[in-house]
């Protein structure tokens, strides 16, 4: 009876949470897999889209930029271009902006259904297998590099090795068997990369009659498969959505002649116009709160205005709008001096069109080009990062700003921005530090249970930061477990997360913050609570306070609610810090960490109104304090399916409430 309880209890707080709408897609979603119905509806799909196939031909979407021009804005870092595409042409890909594997299509072959490999995972509950690492080399990411180099130097072997893999892929992988037809996310950037190199490599003598016929079938079915689950994507109400539309209307775009291309832009543009209204606030927040997702939506709506130009179209002021402050949001929280911003929630390496030599985690080729987009104008000065302006189309060439506006508009002035969907931020006004307070109002499910989370950055260093996400798929211990909020900068109590999780994905019982106070008079100051911990009868609340432009003074209270049934509470504090030297010295009512970064000292102070025991745990050993060793703390995760050792800082007490716990951060003085 429990069990029935439960679940009652579950269908009931998704509904309520998640809405009635998504959940309905997803039963539909869920019924047409169980019964057969969406393997009919893509057999279908499949034979329309081979019958229209025939005598197709390629409308070019861009000019690919000249040489000479590639080469004046990477410079030296042309070089580098060329010998990670050697690199490919013997078979060697980077992944997740990181890891190098071997190009090979053999993995994920079946000779099932792609809607019975997904029964087939369902009734394993997925297993263990992390599809993600088999996916990522079959979006063709790479393709991008090998383009680069094509423009920059035509050889024969990039445009050979471009087309050789698309044989390889479509024989190990005919249309709808496998894994790799499974995700239509992943269909539709396989698409969208196939497009971008055949517009660079159309002229190439490898560029055959023949395989220009293959490719632009393999195009249209691709295109056709995207339609078929519709459902999922209308469920997840994500970047799935908006991948999946941006791939429609890139078909639909390219191949002339084919009778389903008016449906598919058509299908295509609806959504996408539908999925910028719907998933970015008025703020400029996106909906999944990731720092990384939110990259991915800037990119697909750049490739997306280039369609809409090409139909004559352009789009609507409503849509420019958020797509203007969701530029603005992301380059708020962008360190200048490297391109860095915080690892806000789920990280899975997606970078989908990586049309920069700046490495993964520097956002301002992004940046830059949304910018020119979306606002008008750079944003930075010239750099490396002005190249993928010049692919989606919005160089202004010498007219490129030298000086950046950013810098010259903080500059002189101290700065508090609050974002009502996402985060507090504040910043000192010589620029040297900011912080960020995380305050979401969720309206789709949350991926982090990171309720007033502090990121701290110093000079271009994170020394407070998000662990990020790691691997969604892994064997215990590291399922996705850096979603919790015991890994981040905040409070938890008695062991409990502050809102109920229901497997890798979802979270219930959302909880609300609020912002109390804030003020940018003399010292900036905001207060912030939120009330996840209310079944146990607590509130927590956070005031963070910047003095003197280098010293953070962050202070907990955890307080009894007028309903709290036991005052006596677990309380445990975390701070996760970027790696370095460091050692302990014990103070009065807590201890003192002196943090060695960058041949300078930081002093990280903790102090509590009751008696506090400290653990210190580095790449998952405990090096101070009692315990045993905790094999997830101690790390960050930059990108996916990587760690990095960093260093947990972990501070509990066991006492009546209320309780105050203080945190104090300072930071170098100027020399």
Same mark, same amino acid.
């Given at each position: ?15 309520? %949470? ?88 053999? /993995? =994920?072959?079946?000779?099932? @259904? ?26 063709? =990411? ?24 698309? %044989? ?25 990369? @196939?497009?971008? =190199? ?32 519709? #459902? ?38 609806? @959504? ?51 797509? /203007? ?12 001096? &490297? ?7 789920? &990280?899975?390496?997606? #970078? ?59 500059? =002189? ?51 407070? *930061? ?79 306070? /910047?003095?003197? &432009? ?24 975390? @701070?996760?810090?970027?790696? *370095? ?49 905790? *094999? ?33 951060? %300072? ?5």
């Amino acid at each position: 009876m429990s069990s029935l309880v439960e679940t009652a209890w579950l269908v009931f707080q998704a509904t309520k %949470e998640l809405g009635i709408a998504r959940i309905g897609y997803y039963a539909l979603y869920t019924l047409g897999i169980r019964s057969g119905v969406v393997e009919r509806l893509s057999r279908r799909a499949l034979k329309k889209a081979l019958r229209g196939a025939g005598g197709l031909e390629f409308r070019p979407l861009f000019e690919p930029p000249v040489s000479s021009r590639l080469l004046s804005v990477l410079g030296d870092q042309a070089q580098c271009v060329l010998e990670e595409a050697g690199e490919i042409c013997h078979g060697r890909i980077r992944v997740f902006g990181h890891q190098v594997v071997r190009l090979e299509y053999d /993995l =994920g072959k079946s000779q099932d @259904w792609f809607t019975r490999v997904e029964q087939e995972l369902r009734r394993d509950q997925g297993g263990e297998t992390d599809l993600k690492l088999v996916w990522e080399p079959a979006r063709f =990411g790479w393709v991008y590099t090998l383009a680069r180099a094509y423009c920059i130097q035509p050889e024969e072997r990039f445009a050979e090795t471009f087309w050789e893999a698309i %044989e390889a892929f479509l024989a190990h992988h005919p249309p709808y068997y496998g894994i790799h037809w499974l995700s239509a996310q992943e269909v539709a950037l396989r698409l969208i990369a @196939w497009v971008f =190199g055949y517009h660079v490599f159309a002229k190439a003598s490898a560029s055959t009659p023949q395989r220009k016929k293959r490719l632009f079938e393999a195009l249209a079915v691709h295109a056709a498969r995207i339609p078929c689950t519709l #459902y999922y994507a209308l469920a997840q109400n994500n970047n799935h959505l908006l991948s999946e539309a941006v791939g429609l209307m890139t078909a639909a775009s390219v191949l002339v002649g084919h009778p389903e291309c008016r449906s598919w832009w058509k299908r295509g543009s609806q @959504w996408f116009l539908w999925g910028i209204r719907n998933q970015i606030a008025e703020d400029g927040t996106y909906i999944q709160h990731s720092t990384n997702y939110h990259r991915l939506v800037l990119q697909l709506a750049l490739w997306a205005r280039m369609l809409f130009a090409k139909q004559g179209l352009s789009l609507p002021s409503d849509v420019s709008q958020r797509l /203007l402050k969701a530029t603005e949001w992301l380059v708020e929280c962008c360190e200048v001096s &490297n391109g860095c911003v915080p690892n806000l929630g789920p &990280n899975d390496g997606a #970078y989908i069109q990586p049309l920069s030599q700046a490495p993964f985690q520097d956002y301002r080729p992004v940046l830059q080009a949304a910018h020119r987009a979306f606002v008008g104008g750079a944003v930075f000065g010239k750099g490396i990062w002005d190249e993928m302006s010049l692919w989606y189309g919005v160089w202004e060439g010498e007219k490129a700003n030298q000086q950046s506006p950013r810098e010259e508009e903080t500059s =002189g002035k101290e700065r508090l921005s609050i974002r009502p969907h996402s985060w507090v931020m504040l910043r000192s006004s010589e620029k040297r530090t900011w912080a960020t307070v995380r305050c979401p109002r969720f309206s789709s499910r949350p991926t982090h249970a990171d309720l007033l989370h502090l990121d701290l950055w110093w000079e271009g260093i994170n020394l407070a *930061c998000d662990a990020g996400s790691y691997r969604y798929t892994a064997p215990p211990p590291w399922s996705n477990v850096l979603a919790e909020a015991f890994y981040h900068n905040t409070v938890t109590v008695n062991g409990h997360n502050p809102m109920s999780r229901m497997g890798k994905f979802l979270w219930l019982s959302w909880p609300k913050t609020r912002l109390i106070f804030a003020s940018s008079e003399g010292a900036p100051r905001v207060e912030l609570e939120h009330d996840g911990y209310r079944g146990l009868g607590v509130v927590v609340k956070r005031c963070v306070t /910047l003095r003197a &432009n280098r010293i953070w003074h962050v202070q907990d209270r955890i307080e009894p609610a007028p309903l709290c049934k036991s005052r006596v509470h677990r309380i445990r504090l975390h @701070w996760l810090i970027c790696p *370095c030297n460091w050692q302990i010295v014990p103070e009065d009512r807590g201890y003192r960490l002196d943090l060695r970064v960058n041949s300078q000292t930081s002093y990280l102070r903790l102090r509590a109104s009751a008696q506090l025991s400290l653990q210190v745990v580095e790449a998952g050993k405990v090096v101070f304090g009692a315990g045993e060793n905790l *094999c997830t703390f101690g790390f960050c995760s930059p990108s996916y399916n990587l760690l990095v050792p960093a260093l947990s800082v972990i501070a509990e007490m066991h006492e009546e409430l209320p309780v105050t716990l203080e945190t104090i951060w %300072e930071l170098p003085e100027r020399p």
